[in-house]
């Protein structure tokens, strides 16, 4: 992380701390060049309490596998997805839910175009970055790593919103149907 009076190119660009600092910081990454992918993964390997995702698309095997890893190593991961995300049969939302992972499909927007993730209550990802391996290989994205609690809980109050105003994810597959109420 840099304090936000660094300049972003005073130190290597993945260099992570290591305790989580006290004061605000920030980090970003561009694609193309960088490795945003990498740094989510880093991030989300480094949570050790919770883990709350809003994604539009989340399609990003490395990022699917670290939530799904956090959650295995005890760490609370629960993701609210757009409505594309429930539709494909062997899609996101059965990955996350197969793995254990708390799953709600936040259908009562046009777009649920949201691409957050606030780690520990005390860090913020988010930018134009989907969760995509286009959006690492394809795509010109930003994306900002943002250490700061307050900052967290208005995210965190917004994911609560947004979870209040959506469906619980069961399942696409024969034995029950995309969304449960």
Known sequence: MRHATGHPTDRPFFSRPQSRLQAPAWQVC???????????VSEIAGAKR?????????????ILRALRDAHARGVDVEAILD????????????????AGIPVWIDSEVAIAHNK??????????????????????????????????????????????????SARYASVLPEGPAVQE
């Open 50 to 62: 919770e883990i709350l995702v809003q994604a539009y698309q989340l399609t990003s095997t490395a």
């Open 30 to 40: 561009f694609t193309p060049g960088q490795d945003c992918t990498g740094l989510i």
């Open 83 to 98: 409505r594309t995300m429930a539709r494909k049969r062997y899609g996101t939302a059965e990955y996350l839910r197969l």
């Open 116 to 165: 957050v993730m606030i780690i520990d209550g005390i860090m913020v990802i988010t930018g134009s970055f989907n969760f995509t391996k286009a959006a690492q290989d394809r795509n010109a994205e930003n994306l900002l790593v943002l250490e700061d609690p307050a900052l967290a809980a208005k995210y965190r109050a917004n994911w609560e919103r947004r979870r209040a105003a």
